[in-house]
């Protein structure tokens, strides 16, 4: 059973546009999102959270949404950049269960040049 | 040292063998967690250390694997009788509790079992 779920495998974008990584949820008791960035051969590097007290947070050319009715977060990277291309990975857990997460399967985003 | 180290970072081992796998967390972070990565799968959780002892092991499979970290600081995972569906890679990831932001992973270790 998929608590999360990240259905897109895989997304390609032109350099320079937008973005947008999408994740879905099924345990209402998640308060606490993450998107980590993952490289071949290296390990996930964290990239961006947001509680469930908000509905957006912003760092740099990241943003992520929430939207607790549809259990649902998205990742937008503008402009997206070559370097971007990876596989990005959303994790949720509930606050006071050890930081314990739980992770979706994970997008490769290409960017194309 | 800067970041998580975990090695080897490359084990092949023969079905039925026993291997430990090592984690070197960044210094001071008291949380240490172990996860498991199978191919075309996120991490998915294994255990987690409160300082010395495990608060969480839940995540363990069954009782062939196992995990310590007796000096608070540097973690083995044990892995005994191993089998083919073991083969995946193992990460780990320590964090200061007191951080808002989301733990540190190593580069994981890649097990697999012939």
């Known amino acids: 059973d998929q608590q999360v779920k990240q259905n897109s495998p895989s997304l390609s974008v032109q350099e320079g546009r937008i973005s947008i990584l999408n994740c879905d949820y099924t345990n209402s008791m998640f308060d606490y999102f993450l998107w980590y960035k993952k490289y071949p051969a290296e390990g996930p590097t964290f990239l961006i959270s947001?509680?469930?007290?908000?509905d957006k947070n912003e760092d740099g050319r990241f943003t992520v949404f929430l939207n607790k009715s549809a259990k649902h977060l998205s990742l937008h990277i503008v402009p997206s950049q070559p370097g971007d291309s990876a596989v990005y990975f959303c994790a949720a857990t509930t606050t006071g269960a050890n930081s314990k997460l739980t992770f979706g399967k994970g997008i490769t985003l290409s960017v194309r040049p | 040292g800067a970041g998580v180290s975990q090695t080897p970072s490359n084990k092949v081992t023969e079905k039925g063998k026993y291997v430990e796998l090592r984690c070197d967390p960044i210094?001071?972070?008291?949380?240490l967690y172990w996860y498991r990565q199978s191919l075309g799968q996120g991490p998915e959780f294994l255990i987690y250390?409160?300082?010395?002892?495990?608060?969480?092991d839940s995540g363990l499979p069954n009782d062939r694997f196992f995990a310590v970290r007796p000096e608070g600081s540097v973690s083995t995972l044990k892995i005994q009788r191993t089998e083919r569906g073991d083969s995946a890679v193992y990460l780990c990831?320590?964090?200061?509790?007191?951080?808002?932001?989301?733990?540190?992973f190593g580069s994981g270790t890649r097990l697999t079992v012939v």
């Open positions: 250390f409160q300082g010395t002892g495990a608060a969480d």
């Open positions: 990831a320590s964090s200061n509790t007191r951080d808002s932001g989301g733990y540190t």
């Open positions: 947001i509680s469930s007290i908000k």
């Open positions: 210094s001071g972070h008291t949380a």
